[in-house]
């Protein structure tokens, strides 16, 4: 299915320079159990939160590298569609274009939704990168076969890089402007952050 898929993935639209709404999306796994719960917190171009939904279910695929995404899309769909406030960007705690088949959680979620989508991991996962300059905004490319899949990208001085790729119709360079933007004070973006404290504090539906 990621290789059907993958032909319909954009990566040349240049994706917006600047948004109204942006998402945040992570999933938590619930310990001892086969729950998951999709988390999807969307902020304002001044980085506070207007909206949030979550979705707590059992899941319906294991727990193997390269293919998250069936895991982790019934939840994370199902959260978005709960949203009273429409996102003009996505970002995902996950990869896009740098995974084994080009077609991560990043390029799925946008396949699907249409919306332009990153992926920005705190793990690299394929190919190979040099660690960048200790200054914020540094990045050095992510390459797999010769081509660039993603940067590590430097959000704090001194600090580990996280890794960005592209999901769909969206740039690699307007990529990284927009995860700078949203990471003001952490390493990982604030929508992912509070994503993720979302998904591990929602109570039991």
């Known amino acids: 299915m990621q290789e059907q898929l993958r032909p319909l993935v954009d990566l040349t639209d240049p994706g917006p320079p600047t948004v109204d709404f942006i998402a945040g999306l992570d999933v938590g796994y619930a310990p001892d159990s086969d729950e998951v719960t999709g988390a999807v917190v969307v902020l304002d171009n001044t980085l506070q939160v207007v909206d949030h939904a979550t979705s707590r279910e059992k899941a319906k695929f294991p727990y193997i590298p390269g293919l998250f995404a069936f895991r982790e899309l019934p939840p994370l769909l199902t959260a978005l569609g709960r949203l009273t406030v429409i996102p003009d960007l996505l970002i995902c705690d996950g990869y896009g274009l740098a995974h084994p088949r080009r077609f991560g959680l990043a390029c799925h979620l946008g396949v699907l939704t249409g919306l332009p989508t990153i992926g920005v991991a705190k793990t690299a996962f394929v190919g190979t990168h040099a660690d960048p ?17 993603g940067r590590a990208l ?3 001085d001194h600090v580990k890089p996280v ?6 119709r969206i740039s690699l360079d307007n990529a990284c402007a927009h995860v700078l933007h949203v990471t003001p004070a952490y390493r990982l973006p604030e929508p992912i952050r509070l994503a993720d404290r979302l998904s591990r504090t929602d109570p039991p539906a």
């Open 133 to 149: 300059a200790p200054t914020r905004g540094s990045w050095t490319p992510i390459t797999l076969d010769h081509d660039t899949v």
């Open 154 to 156: 430097r959000t704090r």
């Open 163 to 168: 890794f960005v790729s592209q999901g769909h």
